[in-house]
């Protein structure tokens, strides 16, 4: 007995060292039970996704999709991917959250409230998209560092809010403002007060778009607390870390943002071409901002199978960053001859577009089917990987599904 009661002791003190306190009555802990604090969570049930979803991190939350979860136009939330630097706030308290607009171009330092935002300025509502600078990762060769994304770091809801644009100007900008960078109520991975998961943000020009938001509504429903409630920034085109969630601050800066994950190689790219592997000197990476044209086949499902005779239709979406994407193509021959096939017309700007074939197939047999969006200035999606940059950003090779004809 003497020696169980030592277990139970060793037990119950390693426990509390993981949950980072006392258990109060762990003497009388049932045998056996774990406590909640050190039970994995359920992912799909907290956030409300669909168990499709890959999980690739728990410290920080990091999920995605698969290609045919995001068959939809609009992106609902189960599909919708979940990218954080840092861990969720808790307690929320939405009557008395305030952002705080200040920093060295500001020409006055000023706060709202969530209730002052949605009163004193017009409210708008936009078709975004947001996509990870990391989407694709998992391809590169030799592997980048960072969370192995594949396709679904990508998505396109409806967001409404105010237009940071008219809460800038109700502040009031110097003229010698170049960006704004953002601060949020997410905590560090350390939860260390004194540091910010993330603090990016984006030039004057990004800020002052007629689409850049600070959204309070996804879908015309509160904001999921995964994806930034009570409200974000929300600047589609750019990657998603631009779009900072949770938001509580936003500083006018008279120079580049250099808050965490704006310096070093971080959302860069190197500014030439380099050779996969090589290092590259913190002055030599380019900040990312517009996202590369690219596409997705989101029906069917890869490894669809279809009987010989019958014709296969395909669909998805397109997207290019700042601009549109005038031409969409297939080809089931490995790139050696495409086809062109329609695309709608985005249903704003920074909103990706839709578009379909339908399919015939010389034979019986094993096919690929590849997608190639070309953008509004005629730069078309490469084939294969683009070039290698030591973070993995920028992937926007080719999507392609496999098909056999039987």
Request: charged fraction near 25%.
């Amino acid at each position: 007995m003497k020696r169980r009661n030592f277990v139970k002791k060793a037990t119950l003190g390693s426990m509390a060292s993981v949950i980072g306190a006392d258990i109060v009555f762990g003497a009388v802990l049932p045998e056996g039970y774990k406590p909640l604090a050190l039970q994995d969570p359920d992912p799909f049930k907290m956030f409300n996704k669909d168990t499709g979803m890959e999980i690739l991190n728990d410290k920080p939350w990091n999920i995605e999709a698969k290609a045919h979860l995001l068959d939809d136009k609009v992106t609902p939330n189960k599909f919708m991917f979940i990218r954080n630097n840092g861990l969720i706030p808790e307690n929320i308290d939405i009557n008395n959250w305030t952002i705080t607009f200040d920093g060295e171009s500001a020409a006055q330092k000023k706060t709202y409230t969530l209730a002052e935002l949605k009163s004193k300025f017009p409210q708008y509502t936009y078709q975004l998209t947001l996509e990870c600078g990391g989407n694709g990762r998992s391809e590169f060769d030799p592997p980048a560092k960072g969370n192995q994304w594949t396709v679904g770091a990508v998505s396109c809801a409806n967001w409404t809010g105010v237009r940071l644009k008219d809460v800038l100007e109700d502040v009031g900008i110097n003229d010698d403002a170049v960006y704004i960078g953002y601060h949020a109520a997410d905590v560090h991975l350390s939860r260390d007060p004194g540091k910010e998961p993330i603090s990016r943000g984006a030039p004057m020009v990004k800020a002052l778009q007629e689409e850049t938001l600070l959204a309070f509504k996804m879908n015309n429903e509160d904001i999921p607390l995964a994806h930034g409630y009570p409200i974000r920034l929300v600047a589609g085109g750019w990657p998603a870390s631009v779009s900072g969630k949770w938001l509580n601050g936003i500083s006018i800066r008279n120079k580049v943002h250099d808050g965490t994950k704006m310096t070093g190689d971080a959302y860069r790219v190197p500014c030439y071409p380099v050779a996969p592997g090589e290092k590259v000197k913190e002055e030599d990476m380019c900040i990312i901002e517009s996202m590369p044209v690219k596409s997705l086949i989101t029906y069917p499902k890869s490894g669809a199978m279809i009987s010989k005779g019958k014709k296969l239709d395909i669909r998805g979406h397109a997207w290019a960053g700042e601009l549109e994407v005038e031409r969409m193509e297939y080809s089931i021959d490995f790139g050696s001859t495409w086809q062109t096939c329609p695309i709608e017309k985005p249903s704003n700007r920074l909103a990706w577009q839709h578009f379909s074939a339908s399919i015939d197939f010389p034979k019986k047999g094993y096919y690929e089917i590849w997608a190639r969006a070309t953008d509004s200035r005629g730069i078309s999606q490469p084939m294969l990987l683009p070039g290698w940059n030591p973070k993995g950003y920028l992937n926007n090779a080719c999507h392609r599904i496999a098909i056999k004809v039987t």
